[in-house]
């Protein structure tokens, strides 16, 4: 009997176009990947990769098998959400994945409704940033993520997913009291260009989106400090180290000697629910998805609402 699990692997170098890619998004060693691809090549009695240059490519026998596991990872999928659709209820096991200031902001209000609701549905968050979530989200680790991308650098998803807004969280200026702009009703960042920065760490998706924002407004930042949590962030501003922008979500509350300014264009972050097409009629994703935009609702501002878009939507 083929193993489900090498399947996955199979399908997973089909979709992402090599040994490497596919270990990153299962989350395992590229050798663990390679023997796992002998296993079922031996299983099958067919050769399944062959060299290509310094990578490998499928070969016909591959390709073929490849979109028989493509269709039989989605009917694992659904017979999983058919059957908890069956019941009628939210219950069993629901993994959810979604970035620091969402897991502080949304899910203590989200998971609080699901509790009393559903008491037969036992949620548990990880806290993860949105590529990391999408990768655990596409090999079934987690069955929900909450991701964001901003207003101007849209975060690319797989294929086979289904999401929901959530809302849409401003982002503000922070600045050390005594700073010569913080009495100002708003600011546009070209005025910040000589000050220093405070960023999120090198290489993630929101330090790539400020660098990204600042140079288009003619600002080459000057980095002063790198810091990933909000609260580390404005303890950094307090002490009168640099400027940092702020998303209001999870940010409070304020330390004293921070002060806070909108930007004169307004800067927008998109939060949203995220989970695979194939589950999309389990109960608990959608009893999920609605404590969430309820929790969002809750925090006034600009909110995405309840519709659903995608495959199975």
């Known amino acids: 009997m083929l193993s489900l699990e090498r399947l996955r692997i199979l399908h997973?170098?089909?979709?992402?176009?090599?040994?490497?890619?596919?270990?990153?998004v299962l989350g395992v060693t590229t050798s663990a990947v390679s023997q796992q691809m002998a296993k079922l090549e031996r299983e099958t009695g067919?050769?399944?990769?062959?060299?290509?240059?310094?990578?490998?490519r499928l070969t016909d026998a591959g390709r073929l098998l490849s979109g028989h596991a493509g269709q039989i990872l989605s009917l694992v999928e659904l017979a999983h959400s058919d059957l908890e659709a069956h019941r009628g209820a939210a219950v069993g096991d629901l993994?959810?994945?979604?970035?620091?200031?969402?897991?502080?902001?949304?899910?203590?209000?989200?998971?609080?409704?699901?509790?009393?609701?559903?008491?037969?549905l036992r949620t548990t968050v990880h806290e993860l940033e949105p590529h990391d979530s999408l990768a655990r989200l596409n090999r079934g680790d987690i069955d929900l993520a909450v991701v964001l991308d901003w207003y101007n650098k849209p975060l690319s998803l797989p294929g086979g997913l289904a999401k929901a807004p959530l809302f849409d969280d401003i982002v503000d200026v922070a600045l050390p009291a005594g700073h010569r702009l913080e009495d100002r009703q708003e600011i546009?960042?070209?005025?910040?260009?000589?000050?220093?920065?405070?960023?999120?760490?090198?290489g993630g998706f929101c330090h790539e989106w400020l660098l990204f924002t600042l140079r288009g407004k003619g600002v080459e930042p000057r980095i002063a400090h790198h810091a990933e949590e909000h609260a580390t962030v404005l303890a950094l501003v307090a002490a009168g180290l640099g400027v940092a922008v702020v998303p209001r979500l999870g940010r409070d509350p304020m330390p004293e000697g921070v002060r806070v300014v909108p930007v004169r264009h307004t800067m927008r972050r998109h939060v949203y629910a995220v989970w695979r097409a194939d589950a999309d009629r389990r109960p608990a994703i959608r009893a999920a998805v609605d404590a969430l935009g309820a929790a969002a609702a809750g925090l006034g501002g600009?909110?995405?609402?309840?519709?659903?878009?995608?495959?199975?939507a």
């Not at 969402?102 to 998971?111: E, K, N, S, T, Y």
């Not at 546009?188 to 090198?202: C, F, H, K, S, V």
């Not at 600009?302 to 199975?312: D, H």
């Open 12 to 24: 997973a170098i089909d979709t992402y176009g090599s040994v490497s890619a596919a270990a990153d």
């Open 46 to 56: 067919q050769t399944l990769l062959t060299r290509s240059g310094r990578g490998v």
């Open 95 to 120: 993994a959810a994945g979604a970035f620091p200031t969402a897991v502080r902001g949304l899910f203590p209000a989200a998971l609080r409704a699901l509790r009393a609701a559903h008491p037969q």
């Open 188 to 202: 546009d960042l070209g005025e910040l260009a000589d000050d220093d920065w405070i960023a999120w760490p090198d």
């Open 302 to 312: 600009t909110t995405g609402g309840p519709a659903r878009s995608g495959p199975g």
